[in-house]
């Protein structure tokens, strides 16, 4: 009897190389990322509550590790998950920390910092787990990747432990130099050896990325909401609140019509900058998220003040640099001066918010640029897939 429930309900997890290339994202995933709905809305507040250049880089660090766990997480499911009881346990057992973690996120650069760090060891250690026991069934092809992925781990937890112990600012200081450790040594070691079958980039992982796109998204929606419910509504108030509302629907548009659904090219740097560049993209969407709180707030306002509008114009570039770098990963390429336009439109996006207009003026302008970016990207793309140049003629 317990044999038979071990081989049903308690299997061991897939070894590196058991890809699963027709696997639809599970109800258990979508249960899972819900959970990172609350942790990342919890730091987008704090953000919302405190839009300074402090501010800011405070919840791009916290921001980071949330996004590094989720990376990992979703990492691990896609590649070693299984559909059987061990698998759902330990995703429970992590959405139960994540909870506990979200609870702390709201102040995580400030009076909880301690606490923040010492549930986010204690998830990672749950991680690290569920890693070595993969690297337990590895072939020897695998050792060496799953060896430096561990060391990580390790190195991740150890610096997270010693700040608990470290006073504000400094341990901020602390998690930076994490997440830069995560990002450049993940670009760093794409070449590698056995990167390549270790990291594989099925369609159920580029739908994962495009889920994380939707949480963030849920975050501009939360700001608009939660502006609005807070303010002293006006006509001029609501139109900021829905012009805001539109910017998130802009970001949509163009990143699952242009990104999602796409694979990146099978080669272990591109792989890995196609991960990595959802970072920024996914950070610049919630920061705007956080932004609308304030713009709705000085709806009535003569001029957006000048922290809430850079804080919304930067999102904008920021988002659309990471678009550039990530289109550029993909099998199939959008035109080259497509990109160039995502340059252009981050950089009037930037005037406007030097300029700083009343906030639902400055709101419609960065939804017009970004729906005629949208509109010039499909042409561009249309007359590339036709051979046709600007003009019409065949080139």
């Not at 770098?325 to 950089?347: C, D, I, K, Q, Y």
């Amino acid at each position: 009897m317990y044999g038979e429930f071990r081989r049903r309900f308690w299997l061991p997890p897939r070894a590196h190389g058991e890809i699963i290339e027709d696997r639809r994202v599970s109800w258990l995933e979508l249960f899972y990322d819900l959970t990172y709905v609350v942790v990342i809305g919890r730091a987008a507040h704090q953000l919302a509550g405190d839009v300074t250049w402090r501010g800011v880089f405070h919840f791009a660090v916290v921001f980071g590790l949330v996004w590094i766990a989720w990376m990992n997480g979703t990492l691990y499911y896609e590649l070693h998950g299984r559909e059987d009881g061990r698998t759902r346990v330990f995703v429970f057992i992590q959405m139960l920390i994540l909870a506990l973690l979200a609870v702390y996120a709201g102040d995580a650069s400030g009076d909880d910092g301690s606490g923040f760090a010492i549930v986010y060891v204690l998830f990672l250690t749950v991680l690290t787990w569920l890693w070595y026991s993969v690297r337990r069934r590895d072939r020897e092809e695998y050792m060496a990747t799953t060896g430096r992925f561990l060391w990580a781990m390790v190195i991740t937890i150890v610096t997270m432990a010693i700040s608990v112990l470290i006073p504000g600012e400094e341990r901020v200081i602390i998690w930076t130099v994490l997440v830069l450790f995560w990002v450049v040594g993940g670009l760093v070691l794409a070449g590698a050896p056995g990167m390549d079958s270790a990291l594989p980039v099925t369609e159920s992982l580029v739908e994962r990325y495009g889920l994380l796109v939707i949480i963030v998204l849920g975050e501009v929606v939360v700001g608009v909401v939660e502006g609005l419910s807070d303010a002293e509504r006006s006509a001029e108030v609501i139109a900021t609140g829905l012009f805001g509302l539109s910017i998130g629907f802009a970001y949509w548009w163009t990143y699952f019509d242009f990104v999602n659904r796409r694979r990146p090219l099978a080669i272990p740097s591109v792989r890995l900058r196609w991960l990595f560049t959802h970072l920024p993209l996914t950070m610049a969407i919630a920061a705007a998220g956080a932004a609308m709180v304030s713009l709705i707030e000085h709806g009535r306002e003569a001029s957006t003040p000048a922290a809430t509008a850079w804080l919304l114009s930067g999102s904008v570039l920021v988002a659309l640099v990471a678009l550039i770098v990530n289109l550029r990963t993909l099998e199939e390429n959008p035109p080259v001066p497509v990109s160039v336009s995502l340059l252009v439109a981050g950089a009037v996006a930037m005037f406007f918010g030097w300029v700083a207009p009343r906030p639902w003026i400055l709101a419609a302008l960065l939804v017009m640029t970004l729906f005629g970016l949208w509109f010039y990207a499909v042409v561009r793309r249309l007359q590339a897939r036709e051979g046709l140049g600007d003009d019409g003629a065949p080139t």
